[in-house]
Every structure is written in structure tokens, then in C-alpha cells.
């Protein structure tokens, strides 16, 4: 009866072993199941603002691209009138030799 008692006290124990042991699994997995939640919140909250952040990055490079444009036009409007500007002033030199030939 000593070793039926002594084999029920062992069972006991391990019963209560296990149930300590699925406690604490139980409390560990609310507590990573949490942290899962939290983590995948913010992986959201980052994907969308990186999509924020890459459609201002298409914007600016729209921006610039545009801006670069007009600048290379400005400039060759410039050189342009500036031939221009140095083909009058030859000519105006012109004139002013041959009115002082004359």
C-alpha cells in the first residue's frame, strides 16, 4: 500500500509540476502574443510611411528633373541671345568703321 501511496504522490507532483509549467508557458505565450500585435502594428505603421516617404521621393525627382529642364532650356536661351547680343554689337562696330571712313 506504502509504494501505491509513494507512486500516487509522484503522479501528484508531476500533475502539479506540469500544471506550473503550462502556466507559465500560458503567460509567456499572452506575453509574446502581445508583443506580436505590437510589432506587427508597427511594421505597418513603417510600411506605410516608407510609401509616404518613396511617392515624395517620385515627387521631388519629378521636381527636379522638371527644374533641370528649365535651367538646360534657360541657359541655352541665353547663349542664344547672347550670339545674338555679340552679332549686333559687330554690326553696330561695322557701322561705326564705315561712318568713320566716310
Do not use: F
Not at 505603421?45 to 510609401?51: I, K
Request: glycine share 0%; hydrophobic share 35%; aromatic share 2%.
Amino acid at each position: 500500500m506504502a509504494a501505491l501511496t509513494h507512486t500516487l504522490d509522484s503522479i501528484e507532483r508531476n500533475i502539479s509540476q506540469l500544471k506550473a509549467k503550462l502556466d507559465k508557458l500560458a503567460k509567456e505565450n499572452a506575453a509574446l502574443s502581445e508583443q506580436n500585435r505590437s510589432l506587427v502594428e508597427q511594421n505597418r505603421v513603417l510600411q506605410t510611411d516608407l510609401l509616404m516617404r518613396e511617392s515624395e521621393i517620385s515627387y521631388l525627382k519629378t521636381q527636379l528633373s522638371t527644374q533641370v529642364t528649365r535651367v538646360s532650356e534657360a541657359q541655352e536661351k541665353q547663349e542664344h541671345l547672347r550670339k545674338e547680343i555679340d552679332q549686333y554689337v559687330t554690326d553696330i562696330d561695322d557701322c561705326i568703321g564705315w561712318l568713320q571712313k566716310s
